[in-house]
């Protein structure tokens, strides 16, 4: 739906509110700056298909930002403002944006490298105008623009991969002409699939730059909701802001959980939760413990799915099919799963492989051909690098990605059921399993290990989580070493597995054998 529908409907209703309560915007205000904006990029020469870069930390701005492109038929790239400058270069440079509008603290790291990119037509900055950035709310005040006529046609995002295996790629759709409007499919999902209605107080608690939170933002307002944006996640502070707000729908990722399930007992007491109806979380696996202790603590309103930015299919598994058939990410609800083999035929039920989705639409990773040809089977499918199985009810479990597989002693070992077994020990905060060079067995098992706080690593300890995971999972896929580190992860809980191989793969002393 149109938001200058919800605008006209009902001006002065709430859009966008900061969590902080720094800044908030009516519906009215929303279709106003978000339009001026557009029109300004247009004056400016930005056509249909033509792209802009969003460098900005979660505001109500960076809503505006993303229906002014949305509203004129641009792609639109968020980019991950905890990446380094020559990264965020990177991607600006490789979408080929024309436009690029900041925070006002990262305009020194957009300055060091815009002047290099001379296909930046405009370069906006959220407040008053700095060397080499006009004022984005100069822009948003000029009324002059209301007068200026806007072709209006959907545009759309274009997100960068997580960049965890290796450089990010720009993951782009074919550009439609779609009347401005017409509902996307992550649109149709979260009305569908996840209730979200005119009614709906959405908690947006991760970066804005993540697909998944931008997503189920602009879907909360293209239904005319009410979006509660936090500028980061403190766990305290999320749970304040549900009972404040009546939150109706969050999305959180299982990093979340853990800290909020490490709060003492008496602060997630005193919260009112009973406003919530469907708490979602995705983007990483979330131990089976930690889903069930979510469940008895939130009530049956913990949702799950799978999906990626490429868009190309999605999962879905709500608590009752969750408690039946534990540890699954549902069911597909957009496209079908396959299972296939090395040599992309399709596996029998109950074996794992490479899991495809067939029946969605196509995309590309933006000037990477290769990637693009590797992520589509011979019949056409699209995956995501994951593997896994499908049962006999055709719920879907994850195993891991074939890069993550290791092989020890001919044996193939999948790092997630060690991980989920060392996840159970109380001493464990969060957990990583890869395999490192054996001359004995090619590879072997190591697992490092974040303690939780106050904890302190030993050789004890890292024999006692051995031994743990002993009890629970077969011995070969036991870890034959423990270290203990901090474990990189992306804001949305991703685990960055390829930084732990590179360091852990080049030698460190063994803490147990």
């Excluded at 870890?479 to 030698?507: H, I, S, Y």
């Amino acid at each position: 739906m149109h938001i200058g529908i919800h605008a006209q409907a009902n001006p002065e209703r709430t859009a966008v509110a900061m969590g902080d309560g720094s800044a908030a915007l009516s519906y009215a205000a929303l279709d106003r700056r978000s339009r001026r904006l557009a029109t300004h990029l247009r004056s400016r020469g930005l056509q249909r298909g033509d792209h802009i870069a969003v460098l900005m930390r979660n505001s109500c701005d960076y809503l505006c930002v993303c229906w002014a492109a949305q509203r004129s038929g641009l792609y639109f790239t968020p980019v991950n403002w905890h990446l380094a400058m020559e990264e965020m270069a990177y991607i600006v440079e490789d979408c080929g944006a024309q436009a690029l509008v900041v925070s006002p603290t990262e305009v020194e790291a957009a300055r060091a490298f815009a002047g290099r990119l001379p296909r930046l037509a405009q370069r906006l900055a959220a407040g008053p105008a700095q060397a080499g950035f006009d004022s984005l709310d100069a822009v948003f005040d000029d009324a002059a623009l209301d007068d200026m006529a806007l072709d209006e046609v959907e545009g759309q995002p274009m997100f960068y991969s997580s960049g965890t295996t290796g450089r990010p790629k720009g993951i782009k759709r074919p550009a439609g002409a779609a009347p401005w409007g017409t509902p996307g499919v992550a649109d149709q999902l979260a009305s569908r699939l996840h209730g979200i209605g005119p009614d709906a107080v959405v908690l947006s608690l991760a970066p804005l730059y993540h697909a998944a939170p931008l997503s189920w933002a602009m879907a909360a307002l293209r239904q005319g909701g009410r979006v509660v944006v936090m500028p980061s996640f403190v766990p305290a502070e999320a749970l304040a802001l549900i009972a404040r707000h009546r939150v109706t729908h969050a999305q959180f990722v299982p990093t979340m959980f853990v800290r909020m399930l490490d709060l003492p007992a008496e602060e997630r007491q005193r919260h009112d939760l009973s406003s919530l109806r469907m708490v979602v979380h995705s983007a990483a696996p979330c131990p089976v413990d930690i889903k069930r202790r979510m469940l008895d603590w939130f009530g049956p309103v913990v949702h799950e799915y799978y999906a990626g930015s490429e868009n190309n299919g999605l999962c879905a598994v709500g608590p009752a099919d969750w408690l039946a058939h534990p540890g699954t990410v549902g069911r597909p609800v957009f496209g079908q799963v396959r299972v296939l083999d090395e040599n992309e035929d399709e596996l029998p039920t109950g074996e794992v492989g490479a899991l495809y989705f067939s029946g969605t639409p196509p995309f590309e990773y933006h000037g990477d051909r290769d990637k693009t040809r590797r992520a589509f089977s011979k019949q056409g499918w699209s995956t995501l690098g994951d593997f896994g199985h499908v049962d006999a009810e055709g719920f879907v479990y994850l195993a891991d990605r074939r890069t993550d597989l290791i092989l020890s002693g001919g044996v193939n070992i999948y790092p997630r059921e060690t991980e989920e077994a060392l996840a159970l020990h109380p001493a464990v905060q969060d957990v990583a399993v890869v395999g490192v060079p054996s001359a004995e067995f090619g590879e072997d098992v190591l697992a490092v290990v974040e303690l939780r706080a106050g904890l302190q690593p030993d050789a004890a300890l890292a024999q006692a989580l051995i031994d743990f995971s002993r009890g629970r999972i077969a011995h070969f896929k036991c870890p034959r070493r423990v270290e203990f580190d901090t474990l990189p992860r992306t804001a949305t809980g991703k685990l960055l597995r390829r930084l732990v191989k590179e360091k852990w793969r080049q030698g460190a002393p063994a803490t147990a054998a």
